[in-house]
Nanobody
Framework: QVQLVESGGGLVQPGGSLRLSCAASGIIFGIYTMGWYRQAPGKQRELVARISSGGNTNYADSVKGRFTISRDNSKRTVELQMNTLKPEDTAIYYC?????????WGQGTHVTVSS
Protein backbone atom coordinates (compact mmCIF):
# COMPACT_ATOMS: atom_id res chain seq x y z
CA GLN A 1 0.00 0.00 0.00
CA VAL A 2 1.40 3.35 -1.07
CA GLN A 3 1.35 6.16 1.44
CA LEU A 4 2.54 9.73 1.14
CA VAL A 5 2.22 11.60 4.41
CA GLU A 6 2.76 15.35 4.47
CA SER A 7 3.60 17.42 7.52
CA GLY A 8 4.81 20.89 8.39
CA GLY A 9 1.95 23.09 7.30
CA GLY A 10 0.47 25.82 9.42
CA LEU A 11 -0.15 29.52 9.82
CA VAL A 12 2.70 31.91 9.13
CA GLN A 13 2.99 35.65 8.69
CA PRO A 14 3.96 37.17 5.35
CA GLY A 15 7.71 37.05 4.93
CA GLY A 16 8.01 34.00 7.15
CA SER A 17 9.19 30.48 6.42
CA LEU A 18 7.86 26.96 6.62
CA ARG A 19 9.34 23.58 5.83
CA LEU A 20 7.07 20.87 4.48
CA SER A 21 8.00 17.23 4.62
CA CYS A 22 6.59 14.17 2.87
CA ALA A 23 7.32 10.63 4.01
CA ALA A 24 6.76 7.88 1.46
CA SER A 25 6.15 4.19 1.91
CA GLY A 26 5.10 1.38 -0.37
CA ILE A 27 7.11 2.56 -3.37
CA ILE A 28 10.68 2.23 -4.58
CA PHE A 29 11.24 5.83 -3.58
CA GLY A 30 14.54 6.42 -5.32
CA ILE A 31 13.21 5.88 -8.83
CA TYR A 32 10.23 8.21 -8.55
CA THR A 33 10.05 11.87 -9.47
CA MET A 34 8.75 13.58 -6.35
CA GLY A 35 6.81 16.78 -6.42
CA TRP A 36 4.89 19.34 -4.44
CA TYR A 37 1.67 20.75 -5.82
CA ARG A 38 -0.77 23.19 -4.32
CA GLN A 39 -4.40 24.09 -4.64
CA ALA A 40 -5.75 27.41 -3.48
CA PRO A 41 -9.45 27.96 -2.84
CA GLY A 42 -11.33 28.21 -6.10
CA LYS A 43 -8.29 27.40 -8.19
CA GLN A 44 -6.88 24.37 -9.96
CA ARG A 45 -4.08 22.32 -8.52
CA GLU A 46 -0.73 23.54 -9.78
CA LEU A 47 2.84 22.36 -9.73
CA VAL A 48 5.05 24.08 -7.16
CA ALA A 49 8.29 22.13 -7.52
CA ARG A 50 9.53 18.68 -8.38
CA ILE A 51 12.74 16.74 -8.18
CA SER A 52 13.70 13.82 -10.38
CA SER A 53 15.29 10.59 -9.27
CA GLY A 54 18.58 12.08 -10.42
CA GLY A 55 18.13 15.26 -8.43
CA ASN A 56 17.11 17.60 -11.23
CA THR A 57 14.67 20.23 -10.05
CA ASN A 58 12.17 22.56 -11.57
CA TYR A 59 9.97 25.21 -10.03
CA ALA A 60 6.93 27.25 -10.80
CA ASP A 61 7.92 30.78 -11.77
CA SER A 62 5.96 32.15 -8.82
CA VAL A 63 8.19 30.39 -6.29
CA LYS A 64 11.62 30.50 -7.93
CA GLY A 65 14.19 31.93 -5.59
CA ARG A 66 11.95 31.47 -2.56
CA PHE A 67 11.25 27.73 -2.39
CA THR A 68 13.70 24.83 -2.44
CA ILE A 69 12.83 21.18 -2.95
CA SER A 70 15.10 18.41 -1.74
CA ARG A 71 14.97 14.66 -1.26
CA ASP A 72 16.64 12.13 0.98
CA ASN A 73 16.41 8.71 -0.60
CA SER A 74 17.77 6.97 2.49
CA LYS A 75 14.94 8.41 4.58
CA ARG A 76 12.37 8.21 1.77
CA THR A 77 11.44 11.85 2.26
CA VAL A 78 11.01 14.91 0.12
CA GLU A 79 10.97 18.39 1.63
CA LEU A 80 9.97 21.84 0.52
CA GLN A 81 11.65 24.79 2.19
CA MET A 82 9.48 27.83 1.71
CA ASN A 83 10.92 31.26 2.45
CA THR A 84 9.62 34.78 2.05
CA LEU A 85 6.07 33.48 2.06
CA LYS A 86 3.32 35.61 0.56
CA PRO A 87 -0.44 35.57 1.12
CA GLU A 88 -0.83 34.16 -2.38
CA ASP A 89 1.08 31.07 -1.26
CA THR A 90 -1.91 30.13 0.87
CA ALA A 91 -3.13 26.72 -0.29
CA ILE A 92 -3.31 23.04 0.46
CA TYR A 93 0.06 21.54 -0.46
CA TYR A 94 0.15 18.01 -1.81
CA CYS A 95 3.03 15.59 -2.14
CA UNK A 96 3.18 13.61 -5.38
CA UNK A 97 5.12 10.58 -6.53
CA UNK A 98 5.30 10.05 -10.27
CA UNK A 99 6.73 7.27 -12.40
CA UNK A 100 5.13 7.15 -15.84
CA UNK A 101 1.82 5.36 -15.34
CA UNK A 102 2.19 5.16 -11.56
CA UNK A 103 1.14 8.36 -9.85
CA UNK A 104 0.31 8.84 -6.19
CA TRP A 105 -0.89 11.70 -3.99
CA GLY A 106 -0.79 12.52 -0.33
CA GLN A 107 -3.73 13.92 1.60
CA GLY A 108 -2.31 17.42 1.71
CA THR A 109 -1.23 19.89 4.36
CA HIS A 110 -2.63 23.37 4.82
CA VAL A 111 -0.46 26.43 4.53
CA THR A 112 -1.94 29.80 5.45
CA VAL A 113 0.05 33.00 5.04
CA SER A 114 -1.66 35.81 6.85
CA SER A 115 -0.98 38.60 9.29
Amino acid sequence: QVQLVESGGGLVQPGGSLRLSCAASGIIFGIYTMGWYRQAPGKQRELVARISSGGNTNYADSVKGRFTISRDNSKRTVELQMNTLKPEDTAIYYCNADLQKWNYWGQGTHVTVSS
